[in-house]
């Protein structure tokens, strides 16, 4: 995991070679206080918190922290809305041990300690209970599934279920799961090719989307090639996929029955993406300057002040507006 990690700090390093040599790092890219600056309220004491997923109604979070690309751990909390309180899901000593296995009969074990959770997906079954699927690069690349209880007179709990392994030379970056237990995920790039995660940061394809099933394994999705391909999102109904072509700049919707990609919207360097209260597609897009990158990646223990934006995408017509900057 470490040369995982050296891989993908290599990607700035990489850009920053096509850059102006001595390009300063701009003022308040290191965000070293908790205080407010505007209408932004910070939550601090997180490690690189990656995804958020809602639970059922509103009051609690599931966050993804990420720690570092595997270097070192992050875990799974569980954020309290109405104070802001947040307490450790995954790992934490004495998990219950999963009953019967799901996802990759090859998976029996579930993360140890070393779990560095990435994207993540929460999703209803066709027997009504609810799946957390989480990308994870700690110990082993994979899909962590677990279950998550929804107790009435006490907090959220998750359970390990199993998990499932990606095609060889992948490293995932976001997942979405479908009620029949199918699971989608990306492929940011190929960990063996150097060369080609560097080709990624000029627009060439490095990337791609799979759908795992129990019967069939991990299958290419055809037409799914991007650069850099970042988050994804499935549209209520399961027909559709909503693709984050980071270094393209593009959204590419995807037709899971005719397995074609149907429509295109323009968004810079989009990260990652949920369904907003009114039914478009909110999509975090990063202000990218390469030195307030390279700067953010080499302390994780500071909060990053790298610009962004949140951009809505009407899944209909791919029109975009911004609702925050």
């Not at 060369?195 to 060439?204: C, I, N, Y």
Request: hydrophobic share 40%.
């Amino acid at each position: 995991m470490k040369r995982l990690h050296a891989l993908v700090r290599s990607l700035g390093a990489a850009a920053l070679a096509l850059t102006l040599y001595g390009c300063g790092v701009p003022d308040g890219t290191l965000v070293t206080d908790c205080e407010d600056r505007g209408p932004l309220h910070p939550v601090c004491g997180l490690q690189s918190p990656e995804d958020i997923a809602i639970v059922p109604g509103g009051d609690y979070l599931l966050l993804s922290e990420l720690g570092n690309m595997g270097e070192f751990p992050g875990r799974i909390t569980l954020f309290r809305v109405a104070d802001e309180s947040v307490r450790p899901l995954f790992p934490v000593a004495g998990s219950a041990a999963p009953g019967i296995p799901q996802g990759d009969p090859a998976c029996i074990e579930p993360p140890g300690e070393e779990m560095s959770p990435h994207g993540t997906h929460l999703v209803q079954l066709e027997d009504g209970s609810w799946r957390y699927l989480v990308v994870n690069h700690g110990g082993r690349e994979a899909v962590e599934l677990f279950s998550l209880a929804l107790p009435a007179d006490g907090e959220p709990q998750l359970q390990w279920q199993g998990c499932v392994f990606p095609a060889d030379n992948t490293l995932i970056n976001d997942v979405v799961g479908l009620a029949n237990g199918d699971v989608i995920y990306t492929r940011m790039f190929r960990p063996d090719d150097f060369l080609g995660s560097q080709r990624a940061l000029l627009g060439f394809q490095s990337g791609d989307v799979w759908r795992w099933s129990q019967g069939g394994g991990p299958r290419l999705l055809p037409g799914t090639e991007g650069a850099l391909t970042n988050g994804i999102e499935i549209s209520p109904d399961e027909r559709y996929i909503f693709i984050n072509q980071y270094m393209d700049g593009e959204i590419h919707k995807y037709d899971l029955q005719t397995e074609q990609r149907v429509a295109t919207a323009e968004v810079a360097n989009a990260d990652n993406s949920s369904w907003g209260p009114d039914g478009q597609l909110w999509l975090a897009s990063h202000q990218m300057e390469i030195p307030v990158y390279l700067a953010c990646t080499e302390d994780h223990g500071v909060t990053c002040g790298m610009g962004f934006e949140i951009v809505a995408l009407d899944p209909e017509t791919m029109a975009t507006r911004v609702l925050f900057r």
